[in-house]
């Protein structure tokens, strides 16, 4: 099989399972993060404390990209103020864009992430754009300068699965940019299926925070994602209905 | 008076921002500052002194999806 | 007279700078029929969404021994998007002039053939005739003469038609994105301009003279049009010109890619198999034959389930009211290829090529309605 690599803003990655690093202790990071073999983590921007408090940056492992997100921002102008500020921390040029201002869902307002998008991208951001799968907000993203696309599967932290399989599909298939599918997967086995469809990438962060053993659990998505990305190299066999004997339909052409 | 993180700061103003953020126990690596809404790069922290009227925000890293 | 370069621009012909055309070149010229499966063919029969390389496999010689299954999952397709529907109109040739040497063509600028050009009064009176048999939907043609029908003669013409018809078509010679515009302007809603063969080699051979030598301006009509406002693109290769499948599946992919780059615009596709013309009557289309045909529409209606299809009458009367239940989606009606027959008892300028269903409007109205199929003349709002 030929390379198969994960190209996000001319960064190229082998690994196409991003991992999330919320809500599960700091000590477990690393050991999430070799077990799934990702290559890019999530993180988020807070107000500092002080005093020689743990440092969450002494914790992932050495040549693993970080993708800070700007979780926390409402609106477009607070996005882009959370990314620069994330940047001036010496966290690269990547960004994962989240604009919410829907505290029950959680879900992505889609208008703000474009005019954010448009803006970072403009000052060399690598911007990967999380959204509620809506095509021409998709179409609007990758015009406005996006390294990649991420729709929802469910409402975060609800490992509710593929709810908008029909609309990540579509995406899938209009776009032209990576899509990479976050939010709402909460089993491995759907992190397979959304990759069998041709999906980029998958991230999950609850899913993973939330099993009884976090690093086994890191260990299940990461292969899922291959497996199912290995599936979608292959070309997945035909389910084959018995041929019909008749040609009531062409049977004019003799 | 000096607001740093949301919190009034007596003590902040008059000192220079790199002395500040190590008095304080603050991480080198991994923060970022803004003063009054401007992003103040690392390189400019030991001349950049307090003013007893800014409005300071510290921000680092923590887990998040 | 040395023969001018067919892929180089000639002077006052818009270039838009589309990648279109280099993706449609690469992506056909990869097009072997020979190396897909049986196994391919019911991969992509059983998939919801065709990709390029199903529809490659859908126009293979393996998939020509799926043609019943084929037919059913296109059937599906067209049930799923169009309902029972099958829209009419009538083509209305105003003039038959043309400055091309199209070596497959009956208009050919060489061919002896009676040329005329309907005056206004001689357009009302067609259109008066055409109109009272219930259509609203007409499509205007010319040959390719900038000379003898400028376009203000075919602005004119669409401005007139507007009057009598719900919804006027093109498919006049290829022009510049500000030239559709304004004939949108005049009332034109869509543009239909067959490549012929997509095969640039093959299309210098069979267009020695005349501008539409240029292959790139050409294939780059659709989207000029679309810039200039036009609503839908129609697409089409002439079965038999050169490899019919490779043409196939350009014209395809052609609208395809039109579809993606422009998501706004409507696309149709047109099967237009080579037919005698009066000047030649041993033209035919070689190796489609009807089940090829039938092939090639079912393939274009699961590739682009969302897309309209024309049947022409270049094929008979039997075939083509089947297509519609199948695959297909346009018929025409009436139809008369020469100038000027829908007013007075004879053609005063000879028809582009012979054709094979003679029925007019009642007659056709009457089949497909038998056929358990709905006319429809046409469903457009403007607002």
Excluded at chain 1, 57 to 76: E, F, Q, W
Excluded at chain 3, 104 to 115: E, L, P, T, V
Excluded at chain 3, 273 to 285: A, C, V, Y
């Amino acid at each position: 099989m030929k390379e198969d690599k994960l190209i996000l803003g001319g960064h190229e990655f082998e690994s196409r399972f991003i991992l999330g690093s919320g809500k599960y202790s700091l000590e477990l990071i690393k050991a999430a993060c070799e077990n799934a073999g990702a290559e890019i983590i999530t993180l988020a921007l807070r107000r500092a404390n002080s005093g020689g408090a743990a440092n969450i940056l002494d914790y992932i492992p050495k040549g693993v990209t970080l993708l800070p997100n700007t979780s926390g921002a409402r609106n477009a102008d607070e996005a882009v103020r959370i990314a620069r500020l994330s940047r001036e921390a010496g966290c690269g040029d990547f960004v994962k864009i989240e604009v919410i201002r829907d505290s029950k869902y959680l879900l992505p307002d889609n208008a703000e992430t474009i005019k954010a998008t448009e803006i970072l991208a403009a000052e060399g951001f690598v911007v990967l754009p999380y959204m509620y799968p809506d095509l021409n907000a998709a179409r609007d993203l990758e015009n406005a300068g996006a390294a990649a696309i991420m729709p929802l599967a469910a409402p975060i932290g609800t490992n509710k699965g593929l709810c908008t399989r029909e609309f990540i599909r579509i995406i899938i298939e209009e776009c032209s940019l990576p899509v990479i599918v976050d939010a709402g997967i909460g089993k491995p086995s759907q992190a397979c299926e959304v990759m069998e469809m041709g999906a980029a990438a998958v991230m999950a962060n609850t899913a993973i925070a939330s099993a009884r053993d976090i690093p086994a659990m890191a260990e299940a998505f990461g292969a899922a994602v291959k497996a199912g990305r290995t599936a979608y190299l292959a070309g997945l066999g035909a389910v084959r209905d018995v041929a019909s004997a008749s040609s009531p339909l062409t049977g004019f052409l003799g | 008076m000096t607001i740093i993180n949301g919190k009034p700061e007596a003590e902040a103003a008059g000192k220079n921002l790199a002395d500040y953020l190590k008095e304080k126990g603050y991480p080198e690596a991994g923060i970022a500052v803004e003063i009054n809404g401007v992003i103040i790069k690392k390189s400019e922290y030991p001349g950049r002194v307090i003013d007893g009227e800014d409005v300071i925000e510290i921000v680092s890293f923590v887990g998040g999806g | 007279m040395e023969k001018t370069n067919h892929m180089e621009y000639l002077p006052g012909m818009e270039n838009i700078g589309s990648e279109i055309q280099n993706k449609i070149m690469e992506m056909t010229a990869s097009f072997n029929s020979g190396d897909f499966t049986e196994e391919d063919v019911c991969r992509a029969l059983e998939k919801d969404v065709c990709s390029p390389r199903d529809f490659m496999a859908l126009l293979s010689p393996a998939g020509e021994n799926f043609l019943e299954e084929m037919a059913v999952k296109a059937q599906k397709e067209r049930t799923a998007h169009f309902g029972n529907s099958v829209y009419m109109f009538t083509p209305l040739y105003i003039s038959n002039y043309c400055e091309n040497g199209c070596v497959y063509c009956g208009f050919n600028c060489k061919n002896k053939i009676r040329r005329a050009r309907l005056n206004e009064a001689e357009i009302r009176a067609e259109m008066e005739n055409i109109a009272a048999t219930g259509l609203t939907e007409i499509l205007l043609l010319t040959g390719e003469s900038r000379k003898y029908s400028d376009v203000e003669y075919i602005g004119n013409a669409c401005k007139i038609a507007s009057e009598y018809f719900k919804l006027v078509g093109l498919e006049i010679y290829p022009v510049n994105s500000e030239e559709y515009k304004y004939l949108h302007e005049c009332g034109a809603d869509f543009v239909t301009v067959f490549q012929e063969t997509y095969n640039p080699d093959k299309y210098d051979v069979l267009h020695p003279v005349g501008s539409k030598r240029v292959f790139p301006y050409r294939v780059n009509t659709q989207e000029r049009a679309v810039m200039g406002g036009m609503r839908g693109v129609g697409f089409g290769a002439l079965l038999g010109l050169d490899d019919f499948r490779r043409d196939a599946f350009a014209a395809g992919y052609h609208a395809y890619l039109i579809q993606k780059k422009y998501p706004h615009a409507e696309i149709a596709l047109s099967c237009p198999r080579l037919r005698p013309t009066k000047s030649d009557g041993n033209i035919n289309p070689g190796d489609v034959d009807e089940r090829r045909l039938l092939q090639i529409i079912c393939a274009y209606r699961i590739f682009l389930p969302y897309s309209g299809i024309t049947v022409s009458t270049r094929e008979r009367a039997e075939f083509r009211d089947n297509a519609m239940k199948i695959a297909a989606t346009k018929i025409s009606a009436g139809v008369d290829v020469g100038i000027g027959g829908h007013s007075t008892s004879e053609d005063k300028g000879d028809g582009q090529f012979e054709i094979s269903d003679p029925r007019n409007f009642d007659e056709i109205y009457r089949a497909l309605s038998s056929k358990g199929l709905q006319p429809v003349m046409h469903d457009y709002i403007y607002v």
